[in-house]
């Protein structure tokens, strides 16, 4: 309930706050900025957000809409007070509403009694996109673009089609360690996801009917409907409104054929339906246009602009899918093709051999292998059947459906060009970009290396059309080396990577994976979060995740949604027009310092001390962690491993259920300790007053131990700790 109620108070409108785009705008003209150099700055920036389904959201999806009612009913009551004239009747209805809520909110039961399947976990995190977001970016655009021209000119209002913020989605993509989503899971839920879209838009268009009685219209869409259409505009889109019932019924249609193999029903053509937006943009288009023409500009630039400005960011598709599996089933996979070939075992090839094999079978215009080859046939394993039905699956989707292919614990060059090659093999006509994640210690290292070999590949460098993504894993590494190395390995890797990619002619863009919590890279202050990348690797180009109980904190209500994408794109802007130091060879010399020491202190106690798992095990809820009903995806990646397998987020939440917050200063204050102690302090506290990276991790690693409580702590330890030994650690 506090939550609920402290969300209310910091929604804000745009403002003129530090951290909105209201403020940054007046602050970087004042600094000698352009109004044309900000307008193509917002103009071509680009934040896109990755739902993801981590199971940190632990509340019901019913409690979830209660919150969001009662943050209504808050809200309101505040606006009625500050109106000044309130009726008894008023506030009573307001007063009984919220305590109806709050009633029934305490009698509802908190806990789901069982795991969700993957397509009500998908449903259940892109519900924030129908009951929220559909209405709140259309409004953050209106914001966006009055602010531009107030602050930049009347010139400089925002492009008809723009889309600086878009939403895609992990959930019923992402397969890494969970075996729950099959091909046909993705199937389905990219098939529900074109069925919500074409129903909100399809509402859409009825509301723009019954308000567009007017007769006149333009010479070009008055052919299209007729000299005798009374209204125009009704008899124009009542087939466009037809049109997208078809695509409804024919994606039900496919979704019964995928659940059950067939469908009774008249199979629908594709041409009778919409499966691409541009179709039905150009459609709308002329709508707008011919309002414009006709000196109804006003009326254009209402609903009509709002329904544009949807279809751009969130197309038929609602929310494309990423798909991701870890490159270990790339390599088993292939590895039972070329067995079945006659040669040799791929995954007992060195690395070079891989490369030219797989370089020459990209080329190769001769299939490597057939379906009917593979499909029933008892050599090839059922993980292996899995792996290749998914990229069968992904040549089915339709454009839109599908954004990237995610490459877990990708650490050579072979990792991408198998993805690639099985791509191709599938039949793929558009193939996904390919995207490596690079997510521990040495993965991060040794990843600049990697993209060099990949973009210095003739092969490689003409399918990726001078654009390549890569992923950088925050909760795995710090989970890996502990949150210092990790951050200053995340740092440096993205500069090398950037370096790289600029000799070689490559628009690079970073998919950032962080989590909510500080010790998965998380950081409350979005805005200072951004300013603290290295300068020169986020270019207006912004791709993150959003994680489990983080999606209702940021967009769980409307206020606060479009808040939230105003501090995301003034942030961007901001980061590209800032002038921010960049680490000479003392700081680095200092970061590399502390960040061996702290790694070495964290790696002693996680994985050299023979105490630690049982003292963990005991001390901390992560046995009963992994039993709660809050995700379809298992604890581990491997059922049967340790604490290494042990995913970033139960490891974290276990340590916050104790108040330890361990994963997050561990192997800290021995790192700092190290340079204090030495000659180079002076030094270290000019980095803190001077450069704004090392000052943000400081800073959020002192929040955590500030809200950390020993007391509770020991108490867990004193309780459930039994092993004398582990006592002492």
């Not at 333009?218 to 409907?225: F, G, I, M, N, Q």
Request: proline letters at 4%; one cysteine or more.
């Amino acid at each position: 309930m506090f939550a609920t109620s402290e969300g209310k108070d910091t929604v804000a409108a745009f403002g003129s706050a530090d951290d909105s785009c209201g403020g940054v705008l007046p602050q970087l003209l004042a600094k000698g900025m352009s109004p044309e150099e900000l307008y193509k700055t917002l103009t071509t920036q680009q934040v896109e957000l990755v739902l993801t389904a981590h199971p940190t959201e632990v509340n019901r999806r019913t409690l979830l809409d209660k919150h969001r009612r009662i943050q209504y009913l808050l809200t309101k009551g505040d606006d009625m007070r500050a109106k000044g004239v309130v009726t008894k009747f008023q506030k009573k209805e307001v007063d009984d509403a919220l305590k109806r809520e709050i009633w029934l909110m305490w009698q509802s039961d908190e806990l789901s009694r069982r795991k969700p399947s993957v397509q009500e976990e998908a449903e259940r995190g892109t519900l924030v996109v129908e009951t929220v977001l559909w209405e709140a970016l259309p409004n953050f655009l209106r914001k966006l673009d009055a602010t531009m021209i107030d602050t930049l000119g009347e010139e400089y209002n925002l492009p008809l089609e723009a889309a600086p913020f878009k939403f895609s989605s992990w959930m019923g993509g992402d397969r890494d360690g969970n075996p729950n989503v099959t091909p046909n899971v993705t199937r389905e839920v990219c098939l529900r996801n074109r069925i919500r879209a074409a129903t909100l838009l399809k509402k859409d268009l009825g509301d723009i009917t019954g308000r567009l009685s007017t007769t006149f219209c333009s010479d070009e869409l008055r052919a299209k409907v007729g000299a005798e259409a009374r209204a125009p505009y009704r008899a124009y889109l009542a087939p466009i409104m037809d049109k997208l019932g078809l695509t409804i019924t024919w994606a039900e249609q496919e979704l019964a054929r995928v659940r059950k193999g067939h469908v009774s029903e008249e199979k629908i053509d594709l041409e009778d339906v919409y499966v691409t937006k541009k179709e039905l943009m150009d459609e709308v288009l002329v709508l707008y246009n011919s309002l414009c023409d006709t000196g109804n500009r006003l009326t254009a630039e209402g609903k009509v602009l709002d329904f544009i400005r949807k279809l751009s960011s969130f197309g038929l598709t609602l929310c494309p899918l990423d798909v991701r599996q870890e490159s270990t089933r790339h390599t088993e996979a292939l590895d039972a093709i070329t067995k079945h070939l006659g040669i040799g075992s791929y995954a007992e090839w060195d690395e070079a051999t891989r490369i030219s094999w797989l370089q020459s079978e990209i080329t190769n215009k001769r299939p490597l292998i057939r379906r009917s080859v593979w499909k029933d046939n008892a050599s090839f394993s059922d993980t292996v059947k899995d792996t290749l039905e998914t990229f069968k699956m992904i040549s089915e989707q339709h454009d839109d459906s599908l954004n990237a292919y995610v490459i877990s614990q990708a650490t050579t060059p072979s990792d991408v060009l198998a993805v690639l090659l099985l791509q191709i093999e599938a039949g793929v006509k558009k193939p996904l970009r390919v995207v490596p994640l690079f997510e521990t210690l040495e993965d991060l290292k040794g990843a600049a290396d990697t993209m060099y070999i990949l973009f210095s590949l003739p092969v490689y460098k003409g399918f990726i059309d001078g654009k390549q993504e890569v992923m950088i894993g925050y909760s795995d590494s710090a989970k890996d080396a502990g949150r210092l190395a990790a951050s200053w390995a995340q740092y440096e890797t993205q500069e090398a990577l950037a370096t790289i990619a600029k000799k070689w002619g490559v628009d690079l863009a970073f998919f950032h994976g962080k989590g909510g919590t500080v010790g998965r890279g998380g950081n409350p202050a979005t805005f200072k979060a951004i300013l603290s990348h290295a300068p020169d690797t986020i270019n207006g180009k912004f791709r993150v995740t959003e994680q489990g109980e983080m999606i209702y904190q940021n967009f769980g209500h409307p206020d606060r949604a479009e808040r939230t994408m105003d501090i995301y794109t003034a942030a961007v802007c901001a980061e590209k027009h800032t002038e921010r130091p960049k680490p000479g060879h003392e700081w680095r010399r200092l970061m590399d310092k502390m960040s061996d020491v702290s790694c070495d202190a964290y790696r002693k106690i996680v994985r050299e001390d023979e105490r630690f798992v049982p003292y963990f095990r005991s001390a901390t809820p992560e046995l009963e962690l992994s039993q709660l009903n809050i995700g379809s995806r298992p604890a581990k990646r491997n059922p049967t491993g340790g604490v290494e397998s042990l995913r970033a987020i139960p490891w974290n939440f276990a340590w916050t259920q104790t108040r330890h917050n361990l994963p997050t200063w561990l192997g800290v204050g021995e790192g700092i300790s190290e340079v204090l102690k030495s000659d180079d302090a002076d030094k270290l506290r000019e980095m803190y007053d001077k450069w704004g990276s090392f000052r943000t991790t400081i800073d959020l690693v002192e929040m955590v131990l500030a809200k950390s409580e020993p007391n509770i702590a020991r108490h867990y330890e004193d309780v459930l700790v039994k092993d004398e030994k582990s006592k002492e650690l």
